[in-house]
């Protein structure tokens, strides 16, 4: 049920890009994006709709698919601030969040 | 957006006592969460808790173990009874408000 993220870890070096995937195997409403740094709570960057709506972030940008049920973020020109660990999240018509499985991003100069 | 004030922070518990985890939101809103965290792993919800109504739990938990209270649009209780090691964890309160969730700052539970 998990949605599930690929890769599970990056290393990139600053200015570099990155695309972080999600895959459900459940129907989805909507995809959202979140990323958690070390001790801290995780903290909303966006979220796509059906139909192509997106909110959130000015420097990030994702893409849904509807039909093939996944997901994916487009981190680039990295910083160091964008280490952390990015997890999408399906919500699967009521409003409760399951989150995927984590993708762990460092950024190094 | 909302800022959720969660207590206490952290706690060391014996086994079979049970801790009382309170969240409170600087504004009103309509759903509440409750997610736990294994350190270096991903959330898993635990129950949706909305004023008025009884919690809605996810498989796996039941309310016996994990009862929530939600008196009022600001404010949410999760107790975990009858601690066992296997519940020590990361507990984030979550509310909803407009398109993005917004999360408390967590308490680490550590039973011994």
Same mark, same amino acid.
């Given at each position: 049920?998990?949605?599930?993220?690929?890769?599970?870890?990056?290393?990139?070096?600053?200015?570099?890009?990155?695309?972080?995937?999600?895959?459900?195997?459940?129907a989805l409403?909507s995809?959202?994006?979140?990323r958690?740094?070390?001790?801290?709570?995780?903290?909303?960057?966006?979220i796509?709709?059906?139909?192509?709506?997106?909110?959130?972030?000015?420097?990030?940008?994702?893409?849904?698919?509807?039909?093939?049920?996944?997901?994916?973020?487009y981190?680039?020109?990295?910083?160091?601030?964008?280490?952390?660990?990015?997890?999408?999240?399906?919500?699967?018509?009521?409003?409760?969040?399951?989150?995927?499985?984590?993708?762990?991003?460092?950024?190094?100069? | 957006?909302?800022v959720?004030?969660q207590?206490?922070?952290?706690?060391?518990?014996?086994?079979?006592?049970?801790?009382?985890?309170?969240?409170?939101?600087?504004?009103?809103?309509?759903?509440?969460?409750w997610?736990?965290?294994?350190?270096?792993?991903?959330? $898993?919800?635990?129950?949706?808790?909305?004023?008025?109504?009884?919690?809605?739990?996810e498989?796996?938990?039941?309310?016996?173990?994990?009862?929530?209270?939600?008196?009022?649009? $600001?404010?949410?209780?999760?107790?975990?009874?009858?601690?066992?090691?296997?519940?020590?964890?990361?507990?984030?309160?979550?509310?909803?408000?407009?398109?993005?969730?917004?999360?408390?700052?967590? $308490?680490?539970?550590?039973?011994?």
């Amino acid at each position: 049920q998990q949605p599930v993220q690929s890769p599970q870890a990056v290393i990139l070096r600053e200015g570099e890009d990155a695309v972080i995937n999600c895959s459900s195997s459940k129907a989805l409403y909507s995809v959202h994006w979140y990323r958690q740094k070390h001790g801290e709570a995780p903290v909303f960057l966006m979220i796509l709709l059906k139909g192509g709506e997106q909110k959130g972030h000015e420097k990030i940008s994702a893409s849904f698919n509807e039909k093939k049920q996944q997901s994916s973020l487009y981190l680039t020109a990295s910083q160091l601030s964008y280490s952390g660990t990015y997890f999408c999240g399906t919500e699967r018509g009521a409003n409760n969040l399951f989150f995927g499985t984590g993708t762990r991003l460092t950024v190094i100069p | 957006s909302a800022v959720i004030s969660q207590k206490p922070s952290r706690d060391i518990c014996q086994r079979g006592t049970s801790l009382t985890i309170q969240c409170q939101v600087d504004s009103q809103v309509t759903m509440m969460f409750w997610y736990r965290q294994q350190p270096g792993q991903s959330l $898993t919800l635990i129950a949706t808790a909305n004023q008025g109504s009884e919690a809605t739990y996810e498989s796996g938990f039941v309310i016996d173990k994990f009862p929530i209270s939600r008196p009022n649009l $600001t404010f949410s209780t999760l107790t975990v009874s009858n601690m066992s090691p296997e519940d020590s964890s990361i507990y984030l309160c979550s509310a909803l408000e407009g398109y993005g969730y917004t999360f408390g700052s967590g $308490t680490r539970l550590t039973v011994v």
